[in-house]
């Protein structure tokens, strides 16, 4: 429930300020920013992502060592399944189907 | 111990860990408690308690927003998936919670418009591409969830999204601390603070654990050494008989929180005079519900709820356990009429429930063992 995923920003979405493009683990995902906005976020940032918001900044080798232990934590399953379900921008949400985490 | 190894520094854990059987005074017995669910979780996990002296005892705490919705409110947020034109959304924790008619994946199969979401914002989405259908999101969640929700509400009304409506069941977490420390059954020498809810509501609003109740509490990250540096601050402390917050987790919690999320919580919640949590009775000003700017968007206004207080199976001890009274074995029907699979109380369903973790990690350890061979 308090998944903190860590992920690197793409891109700032040139249609919406407060969304962005996130690499999770290889998946791109639209995620709201609204919350870091104060830190300054720019493309190559990392940042902790909860229910598809970035809660804060971090450094790389933190997101590292948040990747490390969400694997170790049986939690990674989760973490990516959560970051699929994220609807990307232009389609609709259809995670509905996958089995309950 | 083996999972350490995987861990960043394992040399420094054990460096901790032995500065940990220094600190404690052997003629103590202490008791901290782990308020996050998430700590509860990695505690299990990585063996913690094999790495801490015997009289350190870990006490779990309440922070796992799953386990502490009472029933009666998974039967009030499933009473609106009843209506025809709604779909009923919800993370993916709460699909396996027992509803007095079953969880929400039960009723589902009976043909209720039940979906997962992993955002808000995905149930906002939903909202907006299905403008002939009602989309109910069925909020839960401390601190670190309640901006999220708080965020999409200001969407929905700047978009003018009428089809959308949230069950707002968020919780605050200083209340619930306060009332483990009124509690006359718990005796608690000092905090692990949770990781991050504290990202969002910052260290701040923890001082009064230390001034007036005199309790050291230390905001700690996840990982192995982060708990093991928390207990050892915590020793520290007790040891030089001070009482005050500090923060390990310095790399991801700000001492004053995150301004941004506090402010659209300040725009879009209004506390409750009072709120019921499993096991732990009613709490005043401990959950948030929507302000009346955003009374549009508020289910608890646009349906008609029952409302009915729903009490726990009377055999399942899921308040001691949430309370830290009892541990998850002691409970009467855990393992046996209480698994992850045949869930009877919430703490067995959630990863962060201390019965699922403990289940997941001790139970069956401890099974292995009795097997003769």
Same mark, same amino acid.
């Given at each position: 429930?308090?998944?903190?995923?860590?992920?690197?920003?793409?891109?700032?979405?040139?249609?919406?300020?407060?969304?962005?493009?996130?690499?999770?683990?290889?998946?791109?995902?639209?995620?709201? !920013?609204?919350?870091?906005?104060?830190?300054?976020?720019?493309?190559?940032?990392?940042?902790?992502?909860?229910?598809?918001? /970035?809660?804060?900044?971090?450094?790389?080798?933190?997101?590292?060592?948040?990747?490390?232990?969400?694997?170790? @934590?049986?939690?990674?399953?989760?973490?990516? #399944?959560?970051?699929?379900?994220?609807?990307?921008?232009?389609?609709? $949400?259809?995670?509905?189907?996958?089995?309950? $985490? | 111990?083996?999972? !350490?190894?995987?861990?960043?520094?394992?040399?420094? !854990?054990?460096?901790?860990?032995?500065?940990?059987?220094?600190?404690?005074?052997?003629?103590?017995?202490?008791?901290?408690?782990?308020?996050?669910?998430?700590?509860?979780?990695?505690?299990?996990?990585?063996?913690?308690?094999?790495? @801490? $002296?015997?009289? !350190?005892?870990?006490?779990?705490?309440?922070?796992?927003?799953?386990?502490?919705?009472?029933?009666?409110?998974?039967?009030?947020?499933?009473?609106?998936?009843?209506?025809?034109?709604?779909?009923?959304?919800?993370?993916?924790?709460?699909?396996? =919670?027992?509803?007095? #008619?079953?969880?929400?994946?039960?009723?589902? /199969?009976?043909?209720?418009?039940?979906?997962?979401?992993?955002?808000?914002?995905?149930?906002?989405?939903?909202?907006?591409?299905?403008?002939?259908?009602?989309?109910?999101?069925?909020?839960?969640?401390?601190?670190?969830?309640?901006?999220?929700?708080?965020?999409?509400?200001?969407?929905?009304?700047?978009?003018?999204?009428?089809?959308?409506?949230?069950?707002?069941?968020?919780?605050?977490?200083?209340?619930?601390?306060?009332?483990?420390?009124?509690? $006359?059954?718990? &005796?608690?020498?000092?905090?692990?603070?949770?990781?991050?809810?504290?990202?969002?509501?910052?260290?701040?609003?923890?001082?009064?654990?230390?001034?007036?109740?005199?309790?050291?509490? =230390?905001?700690?990250?996840?990982?192995?050494?982060?708990?093991?540096?928390?207990?050892?601050? @915590?020793?520290?402390?007790?040891?030089?008989?001070?009482?005050?917050?500090?923060?390990?987790?310095?790399?991801?919690?700000?001492?004053?929180?995150?301004?941004?999320?506090?402010?659209?919580?300040?725009?879009?919640?209004?506390?409750?005079?009072?709120?019921?949590? &499993?096991?732990?009775?009613?709490?005043? #000003?401990?959950? @948030?519900?929507?302000?009346?700017?955003?009374?549009?968007?508020?289910?608890?206004?646009?349906?008609?709820?029952?409302?009915?207080?729903?009490?726990?199976?009377?055999?399942?001890?899921?308040?001691?356990?949430?309370?830290?009274?009892?541990?998850?074995?002691?409970?009467?029907?855990?393992?046996?009429?209480?698994?992850?699979?045949?869930?009877?109380?919430?703490?067995?369903?959630?990863?962060?429930?201390?019965?699922?973790?403990?289940?997941?990690?001790?139970?069956?350890?401890?099974?292995?063992?009795?097997?003769?061979?």
């Amino acid at each position: 429930m308090c998944l903190a995923i860590p992920g690197k920003i793409v891109e700032l979405s040139a249609s919406d300020p407060h969304r962005a493009l996130v690499d999770v683990v290889g998946v791109r995902r639209g995620v709201d !920013i609204s919350l870091v906005e104060p830190d300054g976020i720019a493309p190559g940032d990392w940042v902790l992502i909860h229910v598809g918001f /970035a809660m804060s900044k971090i450094r790389e080798d933190e997101a590292q060592d948040q990747l490390r232990m969400l694997t170790a @934590l049986g939690e990674a399953e989760a973490a990516m #399944q959560e970051a699929q379900g994220y609807s990307s921008d232009d389609a609709d $949400p259809q995670p509905e189907e996958r089995p309950s $985490p | 111990m083996k999972y !350490i190894d995987e861990f960043r520094e394992p040399e420094l !854990i054990s460096r901790t860990s032995e500065e940990i059987r220094r600190l404690a005074d052997p003629a103590r017995h202490y008791r901290m408690m782990e308020v996050c669910g998430g700590h509860t979780h990695a505690i299990y996990r990585f063996g913690l308690k094999d790495l @801490l $002296p015997s009289n !350190i005892e870990l006490v779990h705490g309440p922070g796992c927003p799953v386990c502490v919705l009472p029933m009666g409110r998974i039967d009030d947020g499933l009473s609106m998936a009843a209506h025809p034109d709604v779909i009923f959304t919800a993370f993916g924790d709460m699909m396996r =919670v027992p509803g007095t #008619q079953g969880s929400p994946l039960e009723h589902k /199969a009976r043909g209720a418009d039940i979906r997962i979401v992993y955002s808000p914002a995905d149930a906002l989405k939903l909202a907006r591409n299905n403008p002939s259908k009602h989309v109910m999101f069925f909020a839960i969640g401390f601190e670190t969830t309640a901006p999220s929700t708080a965020l999409t509400l200001m969407r929905a009304k700047a978009e003018g999204i009428r089809n959308f409506s949230v069950f707002c069941n968020h919780v605050t977490i200083i209340p619930a601390i306060r009332a483990i420390l009124d509690s $006359p059954d718990m &005796r608690i020498d000092a905090f692990i603070g949770p990781g991050h809810v504290s990202t969002v509501i910052g260290c701040r609003p923890y001082e009064w654990i230390a001034r007036h109740e005199n309790k050291p509490i =230390v905001v700690s990250g996840f990982e192995p050494l982060d708990v093991l540096q928390s207990v050892a601050m @915590l020793l520290r402390q007790l040891q030089h008989g001070e009482a005050k917050v500090e923060n390990q987790y310095r790399r991801v919690v700000p001492w004053d929180g995150n301004k941004a999320a506090l402010k659209a919580m300040a725009q879009v919640f209004t506390l409750r005079s009072y709120f019921e949590w &499993r096991g732990m009775g009613f709490i005043s #000003q401990s959950a @948030l519900a929507l302000n009346e700017d955003f009374a549009d968007w508020d289910a608890e206004r646009r349906f008609e709820i029952p409302g009915i207080r729903v009490t726990d199976p009377k055999a399942a001890q899921c308040g001691e356990v949430l309370k830290g009274v009892l541990k998850p074995a002691q409970c009467k029907l855990f393992g046996n009429e209480c698994t992850p699979e045949r869930p009877v109380g919430a703490l067995m369903v959630s990863s962060e429930g201390s019965c699922a973790a403990y289940y997941q990690y001790e139970h069956r350890k401890h099974a292995l063992v009795s097997i003769p061979a």
